[in-house]
């Protein structure tokens, strides 16, 4: 576990699987602004409406300069599959809790008296230099990718 995450640290690196069977690093991105969101599962109804509010405004995002990528526990062949059927333009990484435990988004939950460990949707965004510049904890879905465009265009 790192030291919880500000604005002006350092992102955290990843190296990690994506759909269509490669892998992706933070590194390659380096120079570009990227959208590091993380959410619960593929294919719930939050999650795919997160997924299709990104998707929506992908070639917004793109004419900013940014980057975007999902990031759940979801196997790749998941992430293949959702991917697919919500025609989703941006990567959705694999990761196995060590990157959303660097993030400090892998959190004890609770849903109907039980306890369990998994992702508290949230979004990062990390500036060219590799440094974050906003962090959105806690994600509501509704505006969210509206939101982080926005926060992107005012630089």
């Known amino acids: 576990m790192t030291d919880m995450l500000k604005t002006g640290s350092k992102a955290p690196a990843f190296d990690l699987p994506i759909d269509g069977g490669k892998r992706l690093t933070l590194a390659e991105l380096a120079g570009k602004q990227v959208v590091l969101y993380f959410y619960p599962k593929d294919d719930t109804p939050g999650c795919t409406v997160e997924a299709q509010d990104f998707a929506r405004l992908h070639g ?33 990484l694999s990761d196995d809790a060590q990157v959303c435990e660097a993030y400090d988004v892998w959190k004890e939950k609770s849903m109907y008296g039980k306890k369990y460990m998994g992702i508290e949707r949230s979004t990062f965004l990390i500036d060219a230099k590799g440094k974050i510049a906003h962090i959105w904890p806690k994600v509501k879905i509704e505006g969210h990718a509206e939101e982080v465009l926005e926060t992107i265009r005012k630089g």
């Open 60 to 92: 917004e995002f793109e004419k900013a300069g940014a980057v975007v990528l999902g990031i759940s526990k979801c196997s790749v062949k998941k992430h293949d599959k959702f991917k697919e059927k919500y025609c989703l333009p941006f990567p959705l």
